[in-house]
């Protein structure tokens, strides 16, 4: 399964010329550094590949369908593209939402025997289905796979971990979560069968996690404004930090995605802005600001139509931006 953007011939949109704040400038990486910082090495003044522009909101504050009971945080969109797939955290369901149309098809609870859970990620998966990680009350998190229409088809997680607070599924399906009870990364099958576990490079909480086509880990470092870039197995193949030095680094990085191309995706919340790399880790520049209608994104998901989707700290919609590559 694919995470990103295809190019879409039937759209129909003009987008506007990039803003001038789209250009990056580059700084060496100290080779003492055992991470290497690859977003600095890339050379002055890379134009943008690629043009935004906003499109409209997704969601409101409520109960009913479509409504959000507080932040929304976590979201994917299905593999055609039409499809968003919701968590509702505080109304313990998740929101199945026409793109098109922006009218709620369906929700479903994410209760499961003997508790309920309290979705903190989901992903879908090859064939649709849809994997959720669902945290209970008490720290005990299961792997909940889910029907399309929300019919659960079987759960585990008890046993591989503890206390799942970031959860990730890569395109061969391997379910990669952030451990925090054992400050481990887990990854998984989507059976439940374990296949691999190592440290966290990230020392305090990691609240998201997102996988590449080749099935390397991005862990955001929210306090130390990085983002760790590991290979499938654990080892480190560098960070990611915006080139130009102290005021041009991320100031709390958060959610992160990759396109179909790899391409990377990150959050700057304290900046109100978007950050792109390319798929070796270099720096493209900020796509979107606050000027672009942005203010502290904090969780952000690619669609294959052409669509960015991004949710703001404390905000119960989301916000969606079209997106064309040049």
């Known amino acids: 399964m694919n995470y990103g953007i295809h190019d879409n011939p039937n759209c129909d949109d003009i987008l506007p010329p990039p803003p001038s704040h789209l250009m990056s400038v580059g700084l060496e990486v100290e080779e003492e550094d055992p991470y290497e910082q690859i977003g600095r090495k890339q050379q002055f003044e890379i134009p943008i590949q690629g043009l935004v522009d906003y499109k409209y909101e997704i969601g409101s504050s409520g109960r009913g369908p479509g409504q959000f009971g507080g932040w929304v945080q976590y979201f994917c969109v299905s593999e055609d593209g039409r499809t968003l797939y919701a968590c509702d955290s505080f109304n313990k369901r998740i929101q199945i939402i026409s793109l098109p149309d922006r009218k709620c098809k369906h929700s479903f609870t994410t209760t499961m025997p003997q508790y309920d859970y309290c979705a903190r990620g989901i992903a879908v998966l090859r064939g649709g289905n849809v994997c959720v990680n669902c945290v209970g009350y008490d720290g005990t998190s299961k792997i909940g796979i889910f029907t399309p229409d929300g019919q659960l088809v079987h759960n585990f997680g008890p046993g591989l971990i503890g206390q799942s607070l970031a959860m990730t599924v890569d395109p061969m399906d391997r379910i990669t979560v952030v451990d925090r009870r054992r400050m481990r990364i887990t990854m998984m099958s989507k059976n439940g069968e374990g296949i691999n576990s190592f440290m966290n490079p990230v020392k305090d909480d990691s609240l998201r996690i997102c996988s590449n086509s080749r099935g390397d880990i991005l862990v955001p470092d929210h306090l130390k404004n990085v983002v760790?870039?590991?290979?499938?197995?654990?080892?480190?193949?560098?960070?990611?930090?915006?080139?130009?030095?102290?005021?041009?680094?991320?100031?709390?990085?958060?959610?992160?995605?990759?396109?179909?191309?790899?391409?990377?995706?990150?959050?700057?919340?304290?900046?109100?802005?978007?950050?792109?790399?390319?798929?070796?880790?270099?720096?493209?520049?900020?796509?979107?600001?606050?000027?672009?209608?942005?203010?502290?994104?904090?969780?952000?998901?690619?669609?294959?139509?052409?669509?960015?989707?991004?949710?703001?700290?404390?905000?119960?919609?989301?916000?969606?931006?079209?997106?064309?590559r040049q």
């Open 228 to 324: 760790w870039w590991l290979d499938e197995r654990g080892a480190p193949k560098g960070k990611l930090i915006p080139p130009g030095g102290p005021k041009a680094s991320f100031t709390y990085p958060g959610g992160v995605a990759v396109d179909a191309n790899d391409s990377v995706f990150v959050c700057d919340v304290g900046n109100h802005g978007i950050v792109k790399f390319d798929s070796e880790g270099h720096c493209c520049g900020r796509i979107l600001s606050k000027s672009d209608s942005l203010w502290r994104p904090h969780d952000i998901s690619i669609s294959k139509r052409g669509h960015l989707l991004i949710s703001e700290v404390s905000k119960t919609f989301i916000k969606l931006f079209g997106y064309q």
